[in-house]
């Protein structure tokens, strides 16, 4: 997967709390290259998601941001962050095509530049974080992440690099990446997984150990859903009568290397509550014992602060 990206910003600084960033123009081409045997592997899944995630395309669109962020460097106080993203794209393509009777592709129906299909979407999240801090070395961090993607207009399918997903080490710790959901469904195959809506949370409690070495304890929980009922990823899709038993839950402990002007990471974590298992045996802290504790945990390795 290469993509070339041209992008024109933006950056406004209203007072030292609040930031903006406008990018007006954002252009993205996507080139995908499969080999033979993993392309037959995806014409048999015959599903149109993931066929539209692993083709050409083009990206053309426009971002706004905002931050909000209290914390003063070497004051210690609770610290309060969010961040808002709204992303349209495809829409000045599609009016122009529309306008001046351009004629769709005869092979996928949709309208072209330099011989692939545009993308066209709107894209809102959000990420609040709230850190209450004790000392220098010892914070609980409460966050919250939520975000939807619309594809209409010359697509209906939501595009890979703007999906939502779960799982990794700034995510679900107890999960690999894109292997949550969506919602309730077990997936049959081991394609990353994704969605267009997202719900997912954190809590985190750091606390010092000696000198440089800090621990952590955390609770992390999500999970990514689609937006309308498909046949072949039954629970995948996102109802308000069930959404909130489809949460995927991990916990664990971290341990920390503060250098000062870097950090490095080690966290462990286990799955508690596993929402592709049927509904009623979705806790699975109960198959976890001291013999197996090592093989159900997953470890991840990182540079800085999760969040």
Known sequence: RNISTFSL??????NPKI????????INFVSVTTTEAYQQRLDSLNDQAILYSYSDHLISSGRYS??????FIGLIKNIF????NFELAGNTLYMYDKITGATPSATTGNYQRFGVDYAQYVRPDIDLRYYQVFSKYAQLVYRLQAGFVRPYG????VLFEKAFFCGGSIDNRAFQPYTIGPGGYKPTTTVQQFGSIKLAFNFEHRFDIFKMLQGAAFID??????????PQRPLADFQINRFYKEFAIGGGLGARLNFNFFIIRLDAAIPIKDP???DGQRFVLDQITWGNVISRSTFNLGIGYPF
Do not use: C, K
């Not at 962050?81 to 808002?84: A, D, I, L, Q, V």
């Open 221 to 230: 929980g999500g999970n990514v859903w689609l937006r309308n009922p498909d």
């Open 154 to 157: 010359n697509n209906t399918e």
């Open 9 to 14: 910003s933006y950056a406004y600084r209203r």
């Open 276 to 278: 592709s298992q049927p």
């Open 19 to 26: 930031r903006h960033f406008i990018y007006p123009v954002e």
């Open 66 to 71: 905002m931050t909000y962020n209290n914390q």
């Open 81 to 84: 962050f969010f961040r808002f």
